[in-house]
């Protein structure tokens, strides 16, 4: 078999898995060919082979095709080798402490999607619960995390983003217009965190702020969720200070010496 062929086909075998990993309910062989452009022979050719492999299982009365745990090995593998992880914790958990909020992580795994990868969640009481967990996946316009990484990527790589993000819906939220999102992103690294109303989560708000790296670039975010109607004040006062300064204490643990924005003394928030 030569090379692009190759190349081609396991192209295509990710692709399904990609797209299978998408719903809860999986799709059946006809349903896959048509999502992905793939003729029948292609399509039963690729699942014949995720299935003799174990990424797949058949359901036996809806012939569904689903993930099985064994996908669960890249996903584990990924997160005990990520460096941004380990390091993170620490001062993560330390954030959970100090304002009694879970705080995410979260990193960038394509042009579209932020994944969360850890989360602290000792509180007190009873908190604002959402379905977001480690292993989550959310549109990169949508999320906090998302806006405050993007707010500092390099601008080719902001503007190639955008480009495509242009007329993106997020589930269950507006139509961010491209220029709309860019004036956002430019208040972002103004002030050096990022807000987000959840169009999915009518109760909440989140607060992120971007994790640099030695380069100075954006390589995660970390972020809390707190009530819709938690005051402005107390958001600048309270959460923001210790959110901003956590953000920046991981990214020197990096090996960044930038001076990122802080919340005090910004006579313009966008909350």
Excluded: C, W
Excluded at 94 to 101: A, G, K
């Amino acid at each position: 078999m030569k090379a692009s062929s190759t190349l081609s086909t396991v192209n295509k075998a990710f692709r399904v898995l990609e797209l299978i990993a998408g719903v809860k309910s999986g799709y059946t062989l006809t349903e896959l060919a048509k999502k992905l452009n793939l003729s029948m022979g292609a399509a039963q050719r690729l699942t014949r082979t995720l299935l003799a492999l174990q990424y797949l299982s058949k359901e036996p009365k809806t012939k569904a095709l689903r993930l099985t745990p064994k996908i669960f090995l890249f996903g584990f593998a990924f997160l005990s080798q990520s460096e941004i992880r380990e390091v993170a914790l620490p001062y993560m958990r330390q954030l959970n402490e100090e304002l009694d909020e879970i705080v995410n992580l979260g990193v960038l795994i394509s042009d579209e999607e932020v994944v969360y990868i850890e989360r602290s969640d000792k509180t007190s009481g009873v908190k604002l619960t959402t379905n977001l967990r480690v292993g989550s996946r959310r549109p990169i316009h949508a999320n906090a995390i998302g806006k405050a990484i993007l707010a500092f990527l390099p601008e080719r790589d902001q503007r190639r983003i955008l480009d495509r993000l242009s007329a993106a819906r997020s589930p269950g939220g507006p139509l961010y217009h491209r220029n709309e999102l860019l004036k956002q992103l430019q208040e972002i690294r103004r002030l050096g965190y990022s807000v987000n109303k959840s169009g999915q989560f009518q109760d909440i708000l989140a607060l992120a702020v971007p994790v640099l790296n030695h380069q100075g670039l954006p390589v995660a975010g970390i972020n809390i969720v707190l009530p819709r109607m938690t005051p402005p004040g107390q958001i600048k006062r309270r959460y923001l200070p210790h959110l901003i300064e956590t953000g920046k204490g991981i990214s020197r643990a990096l090996g960044n010496i930038e001076e990122m924005p802080s919340a005090a003394g910004k006579k313009r928030a966008i909350l």
